[in-house]
């Protein structure tokens, strides 16, 4: 049963569509952003992580449908789909995920910001590129104790390069950006409504080093959230702004 759930997952690893499709809302060409991708399809690079990365994800996957916190429960009131969630519901793509390493190789921060971990597969990818960096830290959130006990075992398997607080990052993250640390790479993925995500990306602008990358994933979760977008992407704080396929929205600070 284990080999063949490793030749499936060989299978789809290399089967896969390679390309994500880039949108641009606002650019500048003397910003990094738009410099380093130019072309109007991204076509990322596996790194040597990720096949272990999709291995780990599938045996998570294996362990079956998860309780979801009951915070969210509580604040999104559109949810529809019960109280639990498989793995791979709420995973990043093996494709995106190979895009964070490799934007994580290029841009070299010192320090990213995730919330929220769910099982560490967008945490595995990033410290991927940590790893090949070897330098920076990857501070991550998760108010849910039973996803956040899975992803900190998984996360250890790539790297321990990072920090992950089981509760939110409105509650936590300034007691954990000390010494003046800024966040130069954010990554938005909590609670999918403008009500959530909007404060979260102000707190995150306040607390970011210039010409800082802030990525807000499930862009396409609903009506509001694409409204959310359009406003976000419109924000004169950013110089460049561009969705990748129709999920994930990526923007860069003004220096």
């Known amino acids: 049963m ?10 789809l690893f290399f089967t896969e569509k390679r390309e994500i499709p880039i949108c ?31 291995q780990i994800a599938s045996e998570t996957n294996s362990l079956g449908r998860q309780p979801l916190w009951d915070g969210y429960l509580t604040n999104d009131p559109a949810n529809d789909r019960g109280s639990t969630r498989m793995p791979n519901n709420v995973r990043t793509a093996s494709v995106m995920g190979d895009f964070y390493t490799s934007l994580v190789t290029k841009r070299r921060p010192n320090l990213i910001v995730e919330f929220g971990t769910a099982f560490g597969v967008s945490g595995m990818y990033f410290l991927a590129g940590l790893e090949a960096n070897q330098e920076g830290e990857l501070l991550t959130f ?7 006990d899975i992803a900190r075992k998984n996360l250890n398997q790539i790297s321990n390069r990072f920090n992950l607080t089981i509760g939110t990052f409105e509650e936590n993250i300034d007691q954990l950006l000390l010494n003046s640390k800024t966040i130069d790479v954010a990554f938005i993925d909590a609670i999918h409504t403008s009500e959530f995500v909007i404060p979260q990306l102000n707190i995150v602008i306040e607390r970011s080093s210039p010409q800082a990358i802030i990525i807000i994933d499930d862009i396409n979760f609903s ?21 990748l396929g129709n999920r994930v929205g990526i923007l860069e600070l003004k220096s």
């Open 2 to 11: 284990l080999q063949m759930a490793k030749r499936t997952i060989k299978r």
């Open 24 to 54: 641009w809302v606002r650019h500048s060409q003397t910003y990094w952003l738009t410099q380093q991708f130019a072309e109007d399809i991204i076509k990322p690079k596996k790194s040597p992580y990720s096949q272990k990365i999709e």
């Open 142 to 148: 998760e108010p849910n104790k039973i996803w956040a």
């Open 223 to 243: 009506e509001d959230m694409k409204n959310c977008w359009e406003e976000v992407s419109a924000d004169s704080r950013f110089a460049a702004s561009a969705k």
